[in-house]
């Protein structure tokens, strides 16, 4: 299909112009969403697992920090570690709903909050190099990207579910407006 869009004889014919863009977009918008909301909650995983903490002696990705802190039970590994199981689980293929969201925003919120307890719980501030240089803040700022961009498909999401549910059942809407129902 590639090979036929690059031909320049190809590029003359309009009908086969008009077939490869309804091919590209013959997926359902339902399908497009589910594509996208999957990729930016593994895109913005990944971030988070190669955000690179920057200590006085020591530093890496914060994936080691996890793992270095999770078979001590330090609070920050293991709220990063369920938050990193939920969202992951959240983009397993053949779930409906609003579960998926839900597991996905949960597990963002859950890898936030490891962030949060990981830089607050130090009374040193051995890591807090991590903020004034530039690679480790370029990763900060890339994870802090990812997760707003799910949070926006989320919310995007939520109002498509909400605006379907308004069309499905209209009764209600009138209901919740005060007037008697019918």
């Avoid at 190669?50 to 330090?74: N, Q, R």
């Avoid at 480790?136 to 579910?161: D, E, H, K």
């Amino acid at each position: 299909m590639l090979f036929l869009c690059c031909q320049r004889e190809t590029m003359k014919r309009p009908l086969t112009l008009i077939l490869l863009v309804v091919l590209l977009f013959s997926v359902s918008s339902e399908q497009r969403f589910e594509s996208r909301f999957t990729w930016a909650t593994l895109i913005s995983v990944y971030a988070f697992l190669l955000i690179l903490i920057s200590g006085e002696d020591f530093g890496g990705p914060y994936i080691l920090y996890l793992l270095l802190g999770a078979p001590h039970g330090a609070t920050y590994a293991m709220s990063g570690i369920v938050g990193l199981l939920l969202a992951t689980y959240s983009v397993v293929p053949k779930r409906i709903g609003l579960m998926p969201l839900a597991g996905s925003i949960t597990g963002h919120s859950l890898m936030i909050w490891s962030l949060f307890l990981f830089f607050s719980g130090e009374r040193l501030a051995y890591n807090m190099p991590t903020f004034s240089q530039v690679l480790p803040l370029i990763s900060f700022i890339a994870f802090a990207l990812c997760a707003v961009g799910v949070l926006t498909l989320f919310f995007v999401r939520l109002y498509g579910l909400y605006s379907r549910f308004r069309r499905r059942y209209p009764s209600l809407n009138s209901c919740a407006k005060g007037a008697p129902a019918s």
